[in-house]
């Protein structure tokens, strides 16, 4: 656990930082910083008093030094939950094993052994020059049968690997994927294809670079593989921020669907969520919910439907059914009494029953769950029967399967997921900072990273396995995420499969590189910095904040500076 303190005030104190006189001298004290500690909680400038509390006086954190990510929000406290949160933090970030309890049920095939390895310090995953599932790696693969063209970013997944492809296994199995042969190219954009130049007006270069991935045939432990049922294409998308997970999870979908309402009034919107002519949600912008309960008391039943809001693609609606709760699932494979089943895939498993080399290490143990009668035909079909997901999720001959984790240990993982807090605003009393806020709004950003919402009543829904527990609640809170929970499209080279993604929470990123040591951004970590994730956003003229990022494009050096500040002390 982070010990906290205000030990974020030593953050605040005076700095006089020197600039040129124009002749290489050093003007004095031109810009001599004020700690912001006295402003912290009241108006100033053009920010309000909520403002330094970007998760509402529920959701926020006074601690902005290293380990900050890891804090919990004073619900969590207020409501006695504090035992459950540090419970929930040890299953995030303890590794799974195949035997030891309570951390138990790793594998056959998974991507990481711990979530932790995926978000390093809480946060947004870092950029990788190679693939490895190990600590620091938040790289997923999307793998995919592209469409109209080697290059689209447009496809269904291949069925030959799981949808969040594994590059792991346990003994004797070998993984879906190998990963020695996953190559990872960063490649510079020479121009862009908008026409924008790659200096700006004043002077001032900037560049991009763009991942380019390759894995051959030979990589897939499948049969078939995914070469044998069509063309192939690969891209790479890093985890997502998980601090205000849950503050996100309050927002109404009454409130989103206002938003969406406003902005298809003069934007083209997803039609897979959004339908212009009926001026409400599309069909398929709903996802149904198991049978459970909601934080009023009153009772969820199955089919209760709920709009997606979570991942980049939006294809979960509640939080308690959202990304944490499937990864902490299918990352590291360890089931659970709502999911008691292996994720897997039909390719793999049939894969694994025709390997000499699989089947010959089992037999060698009779202790195997796979060694029925011990003969060779015994033995692949029982590995059949295991690894296939068709058969896997019901007991037959081979097996009854056991949860492995336990309905209080996943309930204490809920209680942290949803637990995170977001860290308070910086410097919002510097003069530059209130300057990027202006410049922020003026050129147009806000219109997709919008700043506030209102949570509401929070009314939260929670599966049956802990109905009648209660989890971090955010009522009535003024949050500042900077999104609007609504998908884009950017259109960047080699962009993220499906071409839509939700806009990103801009809150609380200026303090990455202290939790986690790099501050990249964008969806595959391609951008370095601010200045690089603004300006893909313009790469191409079809982008839908082309126009926003061309006028940022022209803005002076002191402006663009400006917009840096602010963003990185939301």
Partial sequence: MNIKGFSALLLGLTVAVGCTDGNGGIKENVNTREPDAKYVGQAVGNFSASEWYPGGQLGTTDNVTAGCYEDETPSVTNQGLLTAFNLGEAAFERKYTTATAPFKGLGPAYLRSSCLDCHPGYGHGK?????????????LLVIYHPVDGQNSDDGPYVSEVTGMPQTKATYPFLPPIDEEQIVIQWLPVTSMESGLPMTFPDGEEYSLIYPEVTIPASAFHTSPTPYETGAVAFRLESTIGIIGSGLLDAISQDSIREQYRSEAAHAELNPAFWDKEANDFAPTAWYTLAAGRFADGTDAPAGTKMVKKFTYAMTRASLQDGAGANAIWNITNVSRSDRPYLYTTKAWAKAMSENAQVIAAIKADPTSPYYADGTDEGIREAVLNLLDPSTNQFD???????????????????????????????????????????????????????????TGNDNYWKPAVYADKELPRYQEQTIWPYTDMIQHRLFMKNGIHGSWCRTTPLWGRGLSRINTGAEDRLHDNRARDVIEAIMWHGYSKESDAYWCTEKFYNLSKEERDAVVEFVNSI
């Fill in 396 to 454: 037959n001959q081979w097996h009854n399967f056991e949860p492995e984790m336990g309905d209080q240990q996943y309930y204490n993982f809920m209680v942290w997921h949803r637990g995170l807090s977001i860290p308070r605003a910086r410097n919002l009393n510097r003069e530059e900072v209130q300057k990027g806020k202006e410049v922020f709004n003026r050129i147009g950003c806000a219109t997709c990273h919008r700043p506030s919402w209102n």
């Fill in 127 to 139: 950029r990788q020059s190679e693939y490895r599932a190990e600590f620091g790696n938040g790289y």
